[in-house]
């Protein structure tokens, strides 16, 4: 019994009132930091639409695109979450009755502490930066970090860069980490290179002038070919066959479906027109 009157004057002792207006300050000033940070955003936003339809029929000028909006919202929008988090720290400790200030200024060695600790997110908000100001990708390229990192970037931050591969994991990676990019997306055309092999015994000048009749077919065909595909010739001389090599200038991105599908297209020439393909032969000699 004398436990439960224990906890009866200790909620006595309280004062209710100034709990719930402590509370209540906080959560109010919570939300005014998230509204602040939604019409930073939506401003920035508005401001880069502005910018992209003033520049859109300029020349020389960067214009920008929904994915360079979405990506330099999407960093500025990281690093006004890592700003305000703080800000809602100090206002918690203003707000309880604890002086922020002195705290934060006889904290010298936990100071010294964490900023060793923040060294690396400062090595990541500068890189991450520098990607963004110099445009080395945006939300949606099509990438390869470091020659081993593949996929579409999802998300730019102050720290991170996240990928999303081909397969559906995402693979995430520090900014400082950044070194090596290529990417596809920026490129102004893709090659598809298309090969077969075809027999000793057929006639190669032949075959170039009924090929080459047929690559001019190919645009018309695929829309995504730029100009008509380029015969490169005998690329190659096996022990059973010559190696011809085709190749296609198309639109970034659509190498890998046009590949397949210039692969089809060829070989269903190749034997429409009569040609063989080669390809290895052994020959089996039983004792007798």
Known sequence: MNFWNDIKDLFLEIDLVNVVLVIAKIVVFYVVLMVLKSLLISSLKRYLNFKSKKQKNRKN??????????????IVSSLIKYTIYPILFIGILYFVGVNPTAILSGAGLIGIVVGLGFQDLIKDFIAGFFIVFENQYEIGDL?????????????IGI???VLRAYTGEYIIVNNRDVKDVTNFTNAKYSIVVTDFT??????VDSLYDKLEEFLKTLPEKHKDIIEVPDLKGINEVKDFGYKIEVH???????????????NKDILRFVFDSGFKIAYPTYIVKEDE
């Open 248 to 262: 296609t200038k198309v639109k970034p991105l659509s190498q890998y479906g046009l590949k397949r599908a210039l």
């Open 143 to 155: 990438i390869v970090i470091n020659g081993k990192y593949r996929g579409t970037v999802s998300q």
């Open 159 to 161: 720290k991170t860069t």
């Open 61 to 74: 000028v960067r214009n920008y695109s929904k994915e360079r909006i979405d990506t330099i919202t999407n």
């Open 198 to 203: 075809i027999d000793y015994h057929e006639d």
